[in-house]
Nanobody
Framework: QVQLAESGGGLVQAGGSLRLSCAASGRTFSRHGMGWFRQAPGKGREFVAAISWRGDITYYADSVKGRFTISRDNAKNTVYLQMNSLKPEDTAVYYC???????????????WGQGTQVTVSS
């Protein structure tokens, strides 16, 4: 079992930055691929970024490539999402997720956090 807790969301102006954190419980964090997803009002949940067990492989959605960076600190059981050059269309609830897969971009992650709201004003 892995429990996840996101933090770092908030209200920011367009062009600004936020860093989301996701703290994981359990001793097996380093053996889970981690991902960030988001869900805007009235829309389905979509993939944002993923990182492999060792952090050597990362994937990004085209919409965030070059603006967002996913990273992890296995010693702290934490995964991060640095979001720069934020746009109003980035407004959504952001979720982190964990899975035993080395890395995956699908919605089939085994464990999910409760989400944190990110609002970008124009």
């Amino acid at each position: 079992q892995v429990q996840l807790a996101e933090s770092g969301g908030g209200l920011v102006q367009a062009g600004g930055s936020l860093r989301l954190s996701c703290a994981a419980s359990g001793r097996t964090f380093s053996r889970h691929g981690m991902g960030w997803f988001r869900q805007a009002p009235g829309k389905g949940r979509e993939f944002v970024a993923a990182i492999s067990w060792r952090g050597d492989i990362t994937y990004y959605a085209d919409s965030v490539k070059g603006r967002f960076t996913i990273s992890r600190d296995n010693a702290k059981n934490t995964v991060y999402l640095q979001m720069n050059s934020l746009k109003p269309e980035d407004t959504a609830v952001y979720y982190c997720a964990a899975d035993l897969a080395y890395i995956t971009t699908s919605l089939s992650y085994a464990y999910w956090g409760q989400g944190t709201q990110v609002t970008v004003s124009s």
